[in-house]
């Protein structure tokens, strides 16, 4: 089906409000991603499935969790309409100039989702990440949260599409079965966003303007941690951990523990999207003393 087809049904959703302009903004995992305009020149963007065929539909899921995060911030795109096929949401003005450092709109942002506990680890629907069902049953155990729903099922879609060799799978299969040895197994479950990497997040003249794709899980917020400085973006500066212990305190030992929660994000990049990310899988397991 053609794009203009999916148009004429997002303005049916609409109320049949006619689309003035439209960008294909980009297509990945078969989801297209599409910035359009009405003739009241309000912006809004719609997400569609270019060849509908898995049983876990990813974007009813973003739907579930944007109406979840909608009632608890303003930072998140408002879901505008949805049906069975089409997801259409605000569209947060933003540019591209990211600050050089953490500011402190951002950071309260991260602080302000970090803040929402809970008792128990998980969610009360899946969600995803990069399309992939994040199974989010509630566990007591942080560490076999971690472990069941996140990281072996990672490592698992890794090795089924990119065979990493017998060093790695051997270190991280130690890891998976001795994980109560490095990571803390009853932290306070904390609300994440759940793929906070820089794409996620989005800048207008160097301000924060919000976030976007979702995958929220109530899990250990120094997993979140570990994924923002993974990447190492400018607006992550070398205070920035100072600037969040401030307000939240991170564990003594964080930086020891850091590259297991950033093994959990190199192995979704080797799972979706690059092998060359194995190398970093190397890394991190090194940097553990694997």
């Known amino acids: 089906m053609t794009i203009q087809y999916h148009i004429k049904q997002i303005e049916n959703l609409l109320n049949k409000e006619k689309i003035i302009k439209y960008d294909l903004i980009q297509t990945s995992f078969d989801i297209a ?21 898995k049983s876990f539909n990813a974007i009813n899921a973003e739907k579930d969790n944007l109406k979840f995060l909608n009632k608890k911030f303003n930072f998140f795109p408002k879901v505008i309409r949805y049906d069975d096929d089409y997801l259409i949401t605000e569209y947060i003005n933003n540019d591209n100039d990211k600050p050089n450092s953490t500011n402190e709109d951002f950071l309260e942002s991260i602080i302000k989702i970090h803040s929402v506990s809970n008792k128990q680890y998980g969610l009360y629907f899946n969600t995803q990440i990069g399309a992939i069902k994040q199974i989010n049953n ?39 079965n001795n994980i109560e040895n490095f990571i803390p197994n009853n932290p306070t479950p904390l609300l994440l966003h759940g793929d906070m990497w820089e794409g ?30 993974w990447f190492n973006p400018l607006f992550i500066d070398s205070k920035f951990l100072d600037k969040y212990n401030d307000k939240i305190k991170l564990d003594k030992n964080y930086l020891i523990y850091e590259p297991v929660y950033q093994l959990y994000y190199a192995l979704s990049n080797v799972a979706l999207w690059d092998k060359l990310y194995i190398k970093e899988t190397k890394r991190l397991l090194k940097k553990l003393r694997l």
């Open 33 to 53: 991603c599409v910035k359009f305009e009405l003739c009241s020149g309000d912006k809004y963007i719609a997400k569609y499935y270019i060849n509908k065929s």
């Open 138 to 176: 509630f566990e007591d155990s942080w560490t076999n949260f971690y472990v069941k729903k996140r990281l072996n099922p990672m490592f698992e879609l890794a090795n089924k599409n990119e065979h990493m060799g017998n060093s790695i799978n051997y270190k991280i299969n130690y890891l998976i």
């Open 200 to 229: 996620n997040i989005l800048f207008k003249e160097k301000k924060f303007m919000g976030f976007i794709d979702p995958g929220s899980f109530f899990g250990h917020n120094e997993m979140e941690v570990a994924y923002l400085r």
